[in-house]
């Protein structure tokens, strides 16, 4: 059993930038973040391989966001930058412990979510 906890977050101005976290209780392959905004689909943001080496994201994202993991403390970051009213949401990082042959941009890819974190950018 991983426990992922979240923190950062909170209400930025439109052009702001905010950096979020993710702390595992234990070791994890790949991590990714979501987002899920009220009246919109979960949307996947970024995921990085374990060793960091491998990123990847979300085309509509447009390089605004970067996702990092540090390994010595377990956390992985998302760092969001010239937020937009539009990235309004409620921020998931996720975590996989064995690979299901899922892709990495599937939510059932991953065995173990964050609490969540409310992200409100204002115009």
């Known amino acids: 059993q991983v426990q992922l906890v979240q923190s950062g977050g909170g209400l930025v101005q439109a052009g702001g930038s905010l950096t979020l976290s993710c702390a595992a209780s234990g070791r994890t392959l790949g991590m990714a973040w979501f987002r899920h905004a009220p009246g919109r689909q979960r949307q996947f943001l970024a995921f990085t391989s374990r060793s960091g080496g491998n990123s990847y994201y979300a085309d509509f994202l447009k390089g605004r966001f970067t996702i990092s993991r540090d390994n010595s403390k377990n956390t992985v970051y998302l760092q969001m930058n010239s937020l937009e009213p539009e990235d309004t949401a409620v921020y998931y990082c996720?975590?996989?412990?064995?690979?299901?042959?899922?892709?990495?941009?599937?939510?059932?890819?991953?065995?173990?979510w964050g609490q969540g974190t409310q992200v409100t950018v204002s115009s």
């Open positions: 996720a975590a996989e412990v064995s690979n299901n042959g899922a892709a990495y941009y599937h939510a059932r890819r991953y065995n173990y």
